[in-house]
């Protein structure tokens, strides 16, 4: 399946946490998130979600 992004901005009950990334894993997200008129925050929730939907390996 391919990676799609979403808009996150759900009813669902939201949390926030902290990652402790690379700066150039964040200038890489950024730039994604550039190119579609998106978040930060939405690209890195669209990466995590897609990742466990497909599983480990």
Known sequence: MSFQIK???AT???IYKTLYI???LVSQIEQ???EHD???N???VSMIEHCLKD???
């Open 7 to 9: 808009n996150n901005k």
């Open 12 to 14: 669902a009950k939201h």
């Open 22 to 24: 690379s700066e150039t």
């Open 32 to 34: 994604i998130a550039v």
């Open 38 to 40: 998106t978040s930060f």
């Open 42 to 44: 939405n690209i890195v």
């Open 55 to 57: 599983g480990p390996g």
